[in-house]
């Protein structure tokens, strides 16, 4: 059974500095693209960023230069930096693991974590 765990969400002011982590646990043989997704109230689930096994990246518009994602694949762990938050930055953040296989196998599944709420206000 694979399970991804999130950590370090939290409420913090506007201008201010929080970072997530995320790891997958469980019995993998691969990672294609992990990523972090977020969803407001009212609002649909959106990408924020993703991060491919071999480290290319993608970011909405709204996250470019403010937000950074990175990924440990020996620990199967994804992190995303997120500086200079915004009141709109406030959602649920999600961690994704795509196209994950397990030993010996050839079918690829998608998981998702439990959700970590960030909180942007003063």
């Known amino acids: 059974q694979v399970q991804l765990v999130e950590s370090g969400g939290g409420l913090v002011q506007p201008g201010g500095s929080l970072r997530l982590s995320c790891a997958a646990s469980?019995?993998?043989?691969?990672?294609?693209?992990m990523g972090w997704y977020r969803q407001a109230p009212g609002k649909q689930r959106e990408l924020v960023a993703a991060?491919?096994?071999?480290?290319?990246?993608n970011y909405a518009d709204s996250v470019k230069g403010r937000f950074t994602i990175s990924r440990d694949n020996a620990k199967n762990t994804v992190y995303l930096q997120m500086n200079s938050l915004k009141p709109e930055d406030t959602a649920v953040y999600y961690c994704?693991?795509?196209?994950?296989?397990?030993?010996?196998?050839?079918?690829?599944?998608?998981?998702w974590g439990q959700g970590a709420q960030v909180t942007v206000s003063s």
């Open positions: 991060i491919s096994s071999v480290g290319s990246t």
């Open positions: 469980g019995s993998i043989f691969s990672i294609d693209a």
């Open positions: 994704n693991a795509d196209k994950v296989t397990l030993p010996g196998t050839a079918w690829e599944f998608d998981y």
